[in-house]
């Protein structure tokens, strides 16, 4: 006897039917029960919990893609870091204008900066989920010590099972990562310190979705 | 008690630091839960379900298994079985051999704990890099985890900024626990990429899609498991889920118990070695699903155990662990889910103080996250150890005479207006600094002085009041 065959035959008989119908019985219990963290409006619970103080990243609004590299050049200006930028090598991000900044497609093992696009965004819990590909390398996601990472607003979906959806449509990535703020580790006491091996800080371009109004003006008073 | 518990626990209580070095995390983490807890409604409904889920792969643990076989198969994956520790071990070893590894990274797993990989690797003359910040710790102090999720726990700062200024080759200032972490970031770095093998393991092994899935904060099993040409991951055939929206509804559950958080930092499915054309990841990908015990539990009436997510919640809050810390209990878990585990794994002679060492409060069973009813099943370890013949004579002697006693209640009554004065004569301004026969007691702490009447004289003379 194999170990394997031994393993099995010290299981229950499988029953003769295939658990489905009860596998998916379970799984429509979950809409009632799940966590209130997602209001009408997907982009402002992902952004409230993305900068809130538990996740504790930041974000900068953009109303088009091509202003893109301008947002990248004034973060790096913000956080006095240089012009290299490890940027993903797909053509959405390669051909817009980095003029001032020096793109390299790959990843050094102390990179100082990446730019990646994520795939999409759970509003539930404000992750970011990238997929690995020829265009997606995973430590692009986790040598950086900041990450800024490009995400449409209208790639936000509200919870983590409309993610496990999207996934069961399509084959499965050798990594799908989800990324929920900037690596963090609590083992020295207890006490939280940001950056313990991958991105100390996170910040996420946001393009599109419906802008936030400008802040009223105070009424002229007569 | 046997004696090595005894030594264990008395090194524990009497260790200057410790109470206060568990505190300060389990402390933290006891708040943290709360919030996380109280932020939403139906959680009692989503421990139902998290339990239910479980169930339900126990239920059809064979199915699953097979399931989760075919799809790793065919998304490339390389599936080896092992009935026992030292199978799996081997198995470890021998793939690590294969690839010519001279150096592995390793992300912090349970089950790696439990089977024993860390020696085995040493023994097999095979470099071990601990990557998880604590388990680096627990690596250069030459020492053992004392806690699930914090297998530090039981180091403060001042010791770690001891051993990282002897052990590090940069350790820069650490006058900070920023500056420790920064240190530890320089010395692993380089490690990551040039380790030939990663290894992690799972917290839940998907079986529609064949993919396993690592929770981390750090980053490091992405880091463990991306730059080597082999990733191997070892999980126990209970971290089963149906399919990745299953895993979500458990994941919700598990990091809220754990830290309080949401979801973890890094949450990552690992499914099969890379692809032809992706710009990284392993070439060889193989997963070690591993029984040790498992399958004899379904039999012998531990499969509620089956469903324990490893959140560590109920050590957080057991006021045994509290006081004794992780490794008085001498296994490779330690409190309420540790008392159950550990007599499956080392067998009950070894491990028969752990069923012992519990006060039935029954916090960790109000705390878990998928209702395992932690205090039922220790008790059922102490009617074995009955059974067994395991019993201390004393114990059994005293149990024999208070059952004489409280059959009896004339008896009894007055067993209890003789002692109480004489208990009473012991102490001072409310408080016994020390009893005969109760050493055990009055060694670590003081015992309350009794009251001046027994419970029951107490009633009856307030009934004689009110009439």
Request: proline share 7%.
């Amino acid at each position: 006897m194999t170990a394997r065959d031994d393993i099995f035959a010290a299981l229950p008989r499988a029953a003769g039917t295939a658990p489905h119908a009860e596998a998916a019985a379970l799984l429509a219990r979950v809409p009632a029960l799940r966590p209130a963290r997602v209001g009408p409006d997907q982009v402002a619970s992902f952004l409230e919990r993305l900068t809130g103080p538990v996740i504790a990243a930041t974000a900068t609004r953009l109303a088009t893609r091509a202003e893109i590299p301008a947002a990248v050049r004034a973060y790096l200006a913000a956080n006095t870091l240089g012009p290299q930028i490890a940027l993903q090598p797909t053509q959405a991000l390669q051909t817009l204008d980095w003029s001032g900044l020096t793109p390299h497609p790959t990843i050094a093992v102390d990179e100082p900066v990446s730019v990646c696009e994520a795939d999409y965004a759970v509003a539930e819990t404000a992750s970011l989920v990238f997929r690995s590909s020829p265009h997606m390398p995973t430590l692009f996601a986790f040598l950086p010590l900041h990450h800024i990472v490009v995400l449409e607003a209208a790639r936000i979906v509200p919870w983590l099972e409309d993610a496990a959806a999207l996934e069961a449509a399509r084959p499965a990535p050798r990594n799908l990562n989800f990324v929920t703020g900037a690596s963090g580790t609590t083992d020295i006491e207890g006490t939280l310190v940001r950056g313990a091996h991958g991105p100390a800080h996170l910040h996420v371009l946001l393009i599109g979705g419906q802008m936030p109004a400008p802040a009223p003006q105070p009424a002229n008073v007569p | 008690m046997t004696a090595a518990f005894t030594a264990r626990v008395s090194a524990a209580l009497t260790d200057p630091t410790l109470k206060t070095a568990i505190e300060r995390t389990t402390g933290n983490a006891r708040a943290k839960r709360a919030a996380a807890v109280a932020a939403w409604p139906s959680f009692e409904a989503a421990r139902d379900l998290g339990r239910d889920i479980k169930d339900h792969v126990t239920q059809n643990l064979a199915f699953y298994l097979a399931a989760f076989e075919r799809n790793a198969l065919a998304s490339g994956a390389q599936i080896h079985w092992a009935r026992t520790a030292d199978e799996a071990c081997d198995i470890v070893v021998r793939l690590c051999r294969q690839a010519g590894a001279t150096s592995v990274t390793r992300a912090k797993s349970m089950l790696g704990e439990e089977i024993g990989l860390p020696h085995a690797l040493e023994a097999a003359g095979i470099a071990r890099v601990e990557t998880d910040l604590a388990e680096h710790i627990v690596q250069l102090a030459g020492d053992r985890p004392s806690h699930i999720v914090w297998p530090a726990l039981h180091k403060t700062r001042e010791q770690v900024r001891e051993m990282f200024a002897c052990l590090h080759h940069e350790p820069g200032g650490l006058d900070s626990v920023e500056a420790m972490v920064a240190s530890a970031r320089r010395e692993l770095r380089q490690k990551f990429m040039r380790a030939d093998v990663g290894i992690s393991g799972a917290n839940f092994l998907v079986a529609d899609t064949g993919a396993i899935c690592t929770v981390t904060n750090e980053g490091n099993a992405e880091l463990t498991t991306t730059p080597p040409r082999v990733h191997i991951v070892t999980a126990g055939i209970e971290k089963l889920v149906p399919s990745t929206a299953h895993a979500m509804s458990l994941l919700r559950l598990l990091v809220r118990s754990a830290t309080g958080a949401e979801l973890t930092q890094y949450t990552t499915f690992h499914c099969g070695p890379k692809r032809a054309d992706d710009a990284d990841g392993p070439r060889e990908f193989h997963i070690v699903l591993v029984d040790n015990g498992r399958t004899r539990m379904l039999t012998e009436g531990l499969e509620d155990m089956l469903r324990c997510l490893r959140c560590g919640a109920c050590l957080n809050h057991c006021v045994v662990y509290r006081q004794i810390g992780g490794h008085a209990y001498g296994g490779t878990y330690p409190g309420p889910m540790g008392a159950v585990l550990t007599p499956v794994l080392d067998g009950l002679p070894t491990a028969q103080d752990l069923p012992r060492a519990c006060t039935l409060n029954g916090l960790c069973a109000e705390v878990c996250p998928v209702k395992i009813p932690l205090p039922t099943l220790i008790k059922g370890w102490r009617n074995k150890s009955w059974r067994l013949g395991l019993e201390p004579r004393a114990v059994t002697l005293a149990l024999r005479l208070w059952r004489f006693a409280a059959t009896r209640p004339a008896l009894y009554r007055l067993g209890t207006r003789l002692a109480l004065p004489v208990l009473r004569l012991f102490a001072r301004s409310g408080w016994a600094r020390a009893l005969p026969f109760a050493s055990g007691w009055t060694g670590q702490r003081d015992f309350p002085a009794p009251a001046r009447q027994s419970f029951l004289d107490q009633i009856k003379e307030r009934r004689h009041d009110r009439a």
